[in-house]
């Protein structure tokens, strides 16, 4: 990987660990999971590894917006974007440094539920397989909404604007296959294609399949070259 | 080393920068004049790589600015505007970012980072963070941060606004020691800068450029009225409308003096009449004593209000 693309990722996480954001995110987000999974364990006396991987693309729809929304509207909006690219980088390698830091924390802030799963496995016998491929999706769906919040935080200088629109076009993927019994028949089984929740099910079953790895990294690579070309439309303006 | 040949940008209607054509040769230190909005941050961010131009173009060292970008920006050092910096990062990490995306080799940075402290006088601020500095280290930050990795160009967007006058002259005097081995633009609309800096001065006003030459030369093409500063002593109070009756005198001013026999004033006439014999002989006719008697030299200021108003 060059060598810039680390040198941005490494700037990136250290401003998130520098300021309170990262710490106040991550905690936040440990603690409306832990809760959602510890209140099923308590109440039907029965917990299972499905409420964390059901409750968690949900979470992460406002959890991954919060991470990605200054990412670079703040460069737009404080100016230093004028010396980020002024200086000798393509801009791809900008937006994959500013991407795998968010990915970064997304994955520690990921594996410290593993906490509770092991709280789990303490009460009961856990499937091991599907434990790693819920993982591994959970992952995936936090690439693919993280590159949606690099893409709209790098068309605006606003981080409210940036949060919202992240927000809706998540919301968006979220919900297509939800939707199934208002679309036309047709239409039915490319909305359930598109929606991240249908591949990610998929996945959380235990069965890690190309064609959902695939969706996903269509999506990553598509959020991404938009933001790229996002940063690039500020020279014909 | 930079050659800017019919430079021209438009913001939706608005013609930002039009027509602009000039060359800037190694060791230069230019300085780019002109009244707020007149296109000179426009300019220097289509040579920094930062923005695309309607039409024209743009070369540094032989290449072509949009066709061998990474280059160019190599060979770039830039200080935009307000020195926009990272407020949460410390100075220190800030120059180790800076010289990572550089490029510049891990076991050179702390010579480097030396160096910069002496030259930039960062001393006092090395682990601070960015936000909390004053403006004027900030302007220094952010010129340490463009001249990090000793590039062959460097290019500064008024990098004086906000510097107490002790911080002006040393930045000024740097620039002019960096000027002896490297090409500067400097953009300001700050006259005494450029007569204290510049070897060349190119003035831009709504877009186009009005005048491009060393400063002495400009001066010597101001078209505007010639004055003259004399000093008298005498008791008299007719004195002013004396001098307003002389032959060719278009305008007198008086300068008002404490002194109680002490007249000063400033005598305008056509450009290419001498007044100075007929003043003497005035003085003399009524015995004023003349303590003094000089051609004012056309400012740079004349010149830049002459050419940037209309
Ligand atoms: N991003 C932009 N969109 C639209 N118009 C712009 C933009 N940037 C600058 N302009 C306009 O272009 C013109 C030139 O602006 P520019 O910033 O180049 O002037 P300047 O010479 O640097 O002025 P100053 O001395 O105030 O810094 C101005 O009329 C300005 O309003
Ligand atoms: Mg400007």
Known sequence: ????????????????????????????????????????????????????????????????????????SE???????EILLTLPVKDYEIILGKFLAGLILIVVAVLLTLVYTFTLSGLGDLDFGSVVAGYIGLIFLGATYLSVGVFTSSFTQNQIVAFITSFAIIFALYMLNKVLMFVPNFLASFFEYL??????????????????????????????FLAVRALESRKWR | M????????????????????????????????????????????IITCFLLPTAGWV???????????????????????????????????????????????????????KEMINICGLG???????????????????????????????????????????????????????????????????????????????IINEGKIVADGSPAEL????????????ELKTPFTDVESKLANLENVEKVKEILTNGDDLKKFTIECARGVDLREGLFRLAVDNNWVLLEMRKEQASLEDVFRQLTTS
């Open chain 1, 1 to 72: 990987m060059s060598s810039h693309v680390v040198v941005f990722c490494k700037k990136e996480l250290r401003s998130f660990f520098d300021s309170p954001i990262a710490y106040i995110v991550i905690t936040t987000f440990l603690l409306i999971s832990g809760w959602f999974f510890f209140s099923d364990l308590f109440l039907v006396n029965q917990a299972s590894l499905r409420n964390l991987f059901d409750i968690i693309p949900f979470i992460f729809m406002f959890f991954v917006p919060a991470v990605t929304m200054r990412l670079i």
């Open chain 2, 124 to 202: 006092p601020v090395v682990n601070r963070n960015i936000g909390e500095l004053s403006k004027g280290f900030r302007q220094r930050v952010g010129l340490a941060q463009a001249m990090v990795h000793d590039p062959e160009v460097l290019i500064l967007d008024e990098p004086t606004s906000g510097l107490d006058p002790n911080q002006i002259a040393e930045i000024r005097s740097l620039i002019k020691e960096l000027g002896k081995e490297k090409t500067v633009i400097l953009c300001t609309h700050i006259l005494p800068e450029v007569e204290a800096t510049c070897k060349r001065v190119l």
């Open chain 2, 59 to 113: 070369e540094v060292d032989g290449l072509n600015v949009f066709e061998h970008s990474l280059e160019v920006r190599k060979k770039i050092g830039y200080l935009p505007e307000n020195a926009p910096l990272y407020s949460e990062m410390n100075v220190l990490d800030y120059l180790h970012f800076i010289m990572g995306v550089r490029g510049i080799l891990k076991d050179r940075w702390s010579q480097r980072t």
């Open chain 2, 219 to 230: 001066q010597a093409s101001f078209q505007g009225k010639e004055q003259i500063y004399i």
């Open chain 1, 195 to 224: 929606s991240v929740d249908y591949h990610f099910s998929n996945i959380s079953r235990g069965v890690i399949d190309s064609r959902d790895v695939i969706y996903y990294l269509s999506l990553v690579f598509f959020f991404l």
């Open chain 1, 75 to 81: 460069e737009k909006r404080s100016g230093t974007i």
């Open chain 2, 2 to 45: 930079i050659r800017v040949k019919n430079l021209t940008k438009k913001y939706g209607e608005l013609k930002a920068v039009d027509d602009v054509t000039f060359d800037v040769h190694t060791g230069d230190i230019l300085g780019f004049l002109g009244p707020n909005g007149a296109g000179k941050t426009t300019t220097v961010r």
